[in-house]
């Protein structure tokens, strides 16, 4: 009972069968078939490669909410040059609320050279060509084939002390970091020293002779938050030059907070921004009123960008793998079928015959084939009997029927 009914399961299962097999003695195989499958191969091949490597890459994913940090504070981090003199110059920062906070020892001034040495030279058009070609999320993880060995900081000046005390500095170098409120504010870099009293504060700039004023400026770094290695700020990298002693830069900044999350889990918050720009110049003859300097005027944004890293799913990668190579053989099989029937009805459309291969005279061919029963078939239409008739059954001939006289009379008139 045991085995008839392990037989009967098993007959059951069979009727579920989804690749039921051909022998192979029903089976064909062709040269354009055997094409079709290695270009199928090859195919296969490539693009398992390809998807592999898909799956070894990061993932970015990104996602936004509402930021409701107001009570934090920013940190702004920048280092530019100006073509003046530091006794000439100062900074601060003023923001919405009207308060203005005094920046002390959070900037140095640092007297240096406008003009770049070879080496600054290299690395800043290699920046600015990294702006040029590569734009949207900046972020060098995605980016490391193309500015791998790119220093995110301007190589230092090295030089003799002899051309140090021949020549005098004509530029000053503006740099550090300091923290101001959450809100709209204004950090400004203008000629003369600022005095700060109950209302704000002011700049003595008519202190400066104007042939001393030149505001032609590099931006090296412009940065909110936590410096983060990789990403690099639109303002980095940019340079102004300019002729004219009074001009005003404008910088309008939309800063978004950023909280990017790494593959190893761990959360970094900082932030990235937009940029516009309006450079004028300051004429009060001409009604262009204002003061000449580099005017950074950033805002807050209300939106939070999430940012995170990870690798691909391994469920993903093998239901791609898997609708690859189904996919390319299903698609071949069915291109190959019809290309042979466009071919099959094109030859017989020029009446040509195709040529009927004959098996070789040792192949053992099975009594119940198709090609077994066809050939018999043939030849007992070629021996005069009628198909499915056995060989042992013999015919007798049919007696002759005698011819009425009236017919022969009837066939001699």
């Not at 045991?2 to 069979?14: A, E, M, N, S, Y």
């Not at 078939?33 to 592999?52: A, D, H």
């Not at 203008?190 to 109950?198: E, R």
Request: aromatic fraction near 10%; include cysteine.
């Amino acid at each position: 009972m045991r085995l008839g009914g392990r037989k009967q399961t098993l007959k059951v299962i069979k009727e579920f069968d989804a690749f039921p097999k051909i022998p192979e003695n029903y089976q064909q195989t062709t040269a354009s078939g055997g094409s079709v499958s290695l270009v199928s191969f090859l195919f296969i091949f490539v693009l398992v490669i390809s998807e592999f490597w898909y799956y070894r890459a990061t993932e970015t994913k990104f996602s936004y909410e509402v930021d409701t940090d107001a009570d934090s504070k920013l940190q702004i981090n920048v280092d530019l040059t100006i073509a003046m003199k530091c006794e000439d110059i100062d900074a601060d920062v003023l923001d919405l609320s009207g308060s203005t906070m005094q920046l002390g020892d959070s900037i140095k001034l640092e007297p240096t050279f406008f003009k770049l040495t070879p080496e600054q030279e290299m690395w800043l058009t290699m920046f600015r060509d990294f702006h040029f070609f590569y734009e949207g999320y900046r972020s060098l993880g995605e980016m490391d084939e193309f500015n791998g060995d790119i220093p995110t900081y301007m190589p230092k000046r090295e030089e003799s002390k002899d051309a140090a005390n021949t020549k005098e500095h004509d530029a000053c170098r503006v740099y550090g970091s300091f923290k101001v409120n959450k809100v709209a504010g204004n950090f400004h870099i203008t000629s003369g020293k600022s005095i700060h009293h109950p209302r704000g504060h002011a700049h003595l700039s008519s202190m400066v002779p104007v042939e001393s004023l030149n505001f032609s400026h590099r931006i090296d770094m412009l940065s909110f938050g936590k410096r983060v290695p990789g990403i690099v700020h639109p303002l980095d990298g940019e340079m102004q030059i300019t002729e004219k002693r009074r001009m005003m830069y404008q910088y309008y900044i939309q800063v978004v907070p950023t909280s990017i999350k790494s593959l190893n889990s761990e959360e970094i918050k900082t932030n990235q921004y937009s940029m516009t720009q309006r450079i004028r110049e300051i004429s009060h003859d001409s009604g262009s009123h204002g003061i000449a300097g580099l005017f950074f005027k950033y805002d807050m944004s209300s939106i939070m960008v999430r940012v995170k890293h990870q690798h691909h799913s391994m469920v993903g990668f093998l239901v791609r793998l898997c609708g690859i190579v189904g996919g390319i053989f299903a698609t071949s099989g069915m291109l190959h079928d019809f290309i042979g029937f466009l071919f099959n009805m094109a030859m017989c459309r020029f009446g040509y015959n195709k040529k009927r291969t004959e098996l070789p005279a040792d192949t053992q061919v099975p009594p119940d084939s198709p090609s077994a029963i066809l050939s018999q078939a043939k030849a007992q239409e070629n021996a005069g009997r009628p198909m499915g008739i056995p060989n042992d059954v013999t015919f007798s001939p049919a007696p002759s029927s005698p011819v009425s006289p009236s017919y022969e009379q009837n066939t001699k008139m």
